[in-house]
Structures are given as C-alpha cells and as structure tokens.
C-alpha cells in the first residue's frame, strides 16, 4: 500500500493505518478486486492497494471529480445525498463512495476485474466504507446526511 508522504492527512498516523487496514480487509474479501485507494475528497491519496504513488495521485484527483459530479447530479434532480457512483466498462468496474467521518472528507475508489458482480462489489465497497467510517469514530452508512453536507 501506499501513501504519499506529500498528502497532508497521511500525517494522521491513525487516519493512514485505519484506511491501510480496511483497503487490506477489502481486499482479502473481494475477487477481482484490481484497484482500491481511499483519498481525501479534495483529492489526496490517503492509502492505495494496486498503484504507485505517482498513479495514486491522478486516480485520486479523477475520483474527486467523479465523487463532486456525482453529488451535484444527484443535488439537480433532487435525488437526496449521494451514496456512491458505479460505472461499468467493458473489462471491469469502477466504485466510487464517500466516507463519512469526524476527521477529514474522505472517499473510497474501488477498481474490479472483468465479470465482476455489481451488486456484491457494491455491498463489498458499503461495507468498507462503513468500517472505516466507524473506525474512525463516526457511526455512519458511509454515505454523509443531507445535514453533514451542509456543514
């Protein structure tokens, strides 16, 4: 796993090792799984499975964008709080799910392999952030609530 040592929050020891230690989870629990990073919502990686830094860096910055697209689709038509955005390609799956939490905006990336099942690899990736939601010490879905946004 890496973390760069330029990101702010990888100064957090106990932020770097709770998200070092879900990715290993995560990753011992899910088949296919290629890629996983969990970064700050502004983009910084925090901790990866399956990237170099450098790599790390830029997926983590087109994760932001997805995640920020994402929520202000949902905010236009109405939709309520985002929970996640899958895309589905041709050779595999891309997950993308906030993490809710008292320390920083995070969000969890999740890459599978071709034949991978959505539906699991969406509980699996729930499941995670949910984990790591509460092991940071917020109780949570790994979804924010309409009243944690608007904080």
């Given amino acids: 796993m890496n973390t760069p040592a330029d990101a702010p929050?990888?100064?957090?020891?106990?932020?770097?090792?709770?998200?070092q230690e879900q990715l290993a989870a995560l990753a011992a629990s899910m088949?296919?799984?290629r890629v996983a990073v969990v970064a700050s919502a502004?983009?910084?990686?925090?901790?990866?499975?399956?990237?170099?830094?450098?790599?790390?860096?830029?997926?983590?910055?087109m994760a932001a964008a997805l995640d920020?697209?994402?929520?202000?689709l949902v905010q236009e038509l109405a939709l309520g709080a985002q929970e996640s955005a899958l895309i589905e390609s041709a050779?595999?799956?891309?997950?993308?799910?906030?993490?809710?939490?008292?320390?920083?905006?995070?969000?969890?990336?999740?890459?599978t392999g071709e034949g991978s099942n959505p539906g699991y690899a969406?509980?699996?990736?729930?499941?995670a952030a949910r984990a790591l939601s509460e092991s940071l010490?917020?109780?949570?879905?790994?979804?924010?609530?309409?009243?944690?946004?608007e904080q």
């Fill in 9 to 19: 929050q990888a100064r957090t020891p106990r932020l770097k090792t709770a998200c």
């Fill in 122 to 127: 969406l509980w699996a990736v729930k499941k």
């Fill in 68 to 72: 920020a697209l994402g929520q202000r």
């Fill in 31 to 33: 088949d296919g799984l």
């Fill in 91 to 111: 050779e595999g799956l891309v997950l993308c799910r906030q993490v809710v939490n008292g320390i920083t905006p995070m969000i969890l990336l999740v890459v």
């Fill in 42 to 61: 502004d983009g910084f990686p925090l901790a990866s499975v399956g990237l170099q830094a450098e790599e790390s860096r830029r997926i983590t910055a």
């Fill in 137 to 149: 010490g917020a109780p949570g879905s790994g979804a924010p609530t309409t009243s944690e946004r």
